[in-house]
Structure formats: C-alpha cells, structure tokens
C-alpha cells in the first residue's frame, strides 16, 4: 500500500527504533536468563527467592521479554503495514512509556533505598565470583568496576579477592586502596538520582516518539484503505 512522505518517515522510525529497543532486548533477556539457568548462580534461587539477586535477575528476564515483544509485533505491523499490529504495538508502547516514566519518579524519590538494593545485588555477583571464579560474573564485575571507578568491596589492592577485574590504579594512593564498590554505587544513586530519572524519562520519550509515529502511520493505513473503497466502489 502506498504511503507518502511522512507515513513512510514515520515506518522506517518505528523500524529503526524498534531495532535498537532488539538490541537491549536482546541483552537484557540473554544476562537474565543466564544469571537464572547458570550452574553457580541458580542455586541462590533454590536458597532464597526473595533476595535482592533473584528479584533484580526476574525484572531483567522480564524487562527483556516484554521489549522483544513489543519489537516483533512492532516491526510486522510496520514492515506490513497491519492495522491490528501497530495497535497492539502501541498500546504496549503506551504501557511500558509509562511504566518507565513512574519507575524513573519511583527511583528518584527513593534513591537511597534504590542505590542500597543495587549495592545488595553488587555484593551478590561479586560474592559468587569469589567462591566460583565464573568467568561470565567476572566480566560483569570488569564493567561495573571500569565505569565505576571502584575496586570490590575492601578496596585494599592487598587484600581484595578480586582485584584482577578492578580498574588500573590511578595515582599513588590507588596502587594501596581504592573506592569501595558498594559505597560507589549508593553514592551514585544519591547524588546522581536527576540524572537517572532523566535515562528513565529520556527512554520513555523515545518511546512516546515511537507511539506518535505508530499513531501517524495507523492513521494514513486506515486513510488509504478508505480511499481504496471508494475507489473500488465508484469503478463497480
């Protein structure tokens, strides 16, 4: 069916984005289910069901699952233009636009309680790469302690259990001791709780972006589909 400049703008945005919404989907989903089905972490869920590991592991699987399919119902009712699709689609947009926007609020008003919850679940990987040495749980320590900045949770090089995946020391002093994971990553949610309600609102916009276009593409869909019937009905 032909569409004009705009309904054709409005398709390939919602393909594009619907792409990148795959992307962390996909590694949202991946890191969930791994840290649920891996030999060293599943029986931490056998042990305690309502730690703070098992529930951050549970909203990643589910997280991944709900992007991923709002991205498949997404991109077929852009890809071939179905009205029922890009319905669906955006009320599921609707929905997690929302979602995102409350929980962005949420973690702001409570960002001590929040920045403590993500420490806890810090202390849990890096717990369980102490006494497994897993090599997946070591890569993940590896990134939170490059973009932190920080070194397990003594921060003393001597007597750190994991210091092969903390940061190069920078200056003198960090060759001794550096910053405490833990005390990083509440510091963080505290002092930079503005800027975590804004990711959380950020992706929500792009994802109201997303249901504008939808909206837009709906619209000339049904618009074409009327002007197809008169047509037909004028030549019989």
């Known amino acids: 069916m ?32 791994w840290l649920r089905f891996s030999n060293n972490t599943r029986p931490i869920f056998d042990i305690d069901g309502s730690s703070t590991f098992v529930c951050g592991v549970i909203i990643l699987i589910v997280l991944g699952t709900v992007m991923l399919l709002l991205v498949t119902i997404g991109d077929y009712g852009a890809c071939s233009e179905n ?32 920045g403590m919850r993500v420490a806890e679940f810090y202390t849990s990987i890096y717990t369980l790469f102490a006494a497994t040495g897993d090599a997946g749980l070591g890569v993940t320590l590896l ?54 309600m804004a990711i959380f609102i950020g992706t929500g916009a792009l994802l109201i972006i997303t249901l504008v276009c939808s909206i837009i593409l709906l619209k000339q869909i049904k618009r074409n589909l009327l002007g197809y019937a008169v047509r037909y009905s004028a030549v019989h």
């Open 83 to 114: 009205r029922c699709a890009l319905q669906l689609s955006s009320v599921l947009l609707s929905i997690l636009a929302i979602a995102l926007v409350c929980v962005g609020v949420v973690a702001y008003a409570q960002r001590q309680e929040v």
């Open 143 to 196: 990134f939170v302690h490059e973009m932190l900045h920080c070194c397990g949770v003594t921060g003393i090089t001597m007597l750190e259990l994991v210091k092969e995946t903390c940061p190069r020391p920078q200056g003198f002093f960090e060759h001794i001791a550096m910053s405490t994971c833990p005390g990083v990553i509440t510091d963080f949610f505290t002092s930079s709780a503005p800027m975590v």
């Open 2 to 33: 032909a569409l004009d400049g705009c309904g054709l703008v409005c398709k390939y945005i919602l393909i594009f984005f619907n792409v990148i919404f795959a992307l962390l989907g996909f590694v949202l989903l991946g890191l969930g289910l």
